[in-house]
């Protein structure tokens, strides 16, 4: 269920942003109140559980701290807060002329912070980007999603879906063949085999004896509970005797 609306959108805002223009661009846009007040974590405070924070760079001084070694130390402190930080990167640092920093180090460095320190970061193209992302991130942490949208990612595959799967992966075996092996509860069972008319009792015994060795065969095993492993490709074995002469 959507959550109630409330009057205002509160968003606090460090007192060093107000020359980029955002706070004023912030203020201008409908239900949001700010409060310009020195933060002592990040530049600005969107709320939500864990609250929000945004530490805006742009290029320049992206590559300005990184040089200097302030910027993993500002990331790292902001993670050992009870704040989730999130790096707003206003323009792109590979694109800063003056530069003197090689891309490889510029690349290590974005590379670092989102796979070792898993701080998210967001791109922006200038001050009405940024306006806009802290605005919608603000939106969604104080009001949340108005609508529910399509679920995320793929649906994780069931028990049988992942014995089909396996089954199928062995050499020899169409989806007749798999879907009679998914009906018993062994792998080689031939007198289970002669019950169901879908499935053929021999190539379930030449299966076994043919694919008892090899990787896929046993981890059908593991799936299917079966545990006959290499020693079904022996004939003198008593489980294959059964199932060669039943």
């Not at 290029?59 to 009870?82: N, P, W």
């Not at 949208?149 to 169409?174: D, F, H, K, N, Y």
């Amino acid at each position: 269920m959507p959550k109630s609306l409330p009057d205002q959108i509160h968003i606090r805002i460090d007192t060093q942003e107000q020359r980029s223009g955002i706070p004023d661009l912030l203020a201008a846009m409908p239900q949001v109140h700010i409060e310009v007040i020195p933060l002592r974590t990040g530049d600005y405070d969107v709320g939500g559980d864990p609250r929000r924070v945004f530490e805006r760079k742009t290029g320049s001084d992206f590559l300005s701290s990184l040089a200097q070694g302030r910027l993993f130390a500002q990331l790292i402190a902001l993670r050992k807060s009870r704040f989730a930080p999130i790096l707003l990167l206003e323009g792109d640092p590979l694109r800063v002329g003056h530069s003197q920093m090689r891309p490889e180090s510029i690349r290590g460095a974005l590379t670092y912070i989102t796979a070792v320190l898993r701080v998210p970061i967001l791109p922006s193209s200038g001050p009405e980007d940024s306006a806009q992302l802290v605005y919608a991130a603000a939106k969604q942490c104080q009001i949340g999603h108005a609508t529910h949208g399509p679920a995320v990612g793929r649906r994780r595959a069931t028990l049988s879906e992942q014995q089909m799967q396996i089954v199928l992966s062995l050499p020899g075996v169409g989806r007749a063949t798999a879907r009679g092996l998914r009906a018993i509860s062994q792998l080689a069972r031939p007198v289970e085999c002669r019950r169901r008319p879908t499935f053929d009792g021999p190539r379930c015994r030449a299966l076994a004896c043919r694919c008892s060795g090899t990787a896929a065969a046993r981890r059908a095993a593991i799936i299917w509970g079966w545990r006959g492993g290499r020693s079904m490709s022996r004939p003198h074995h008593p489980r294959y005797r059964r199932m060669r002469y039943a």
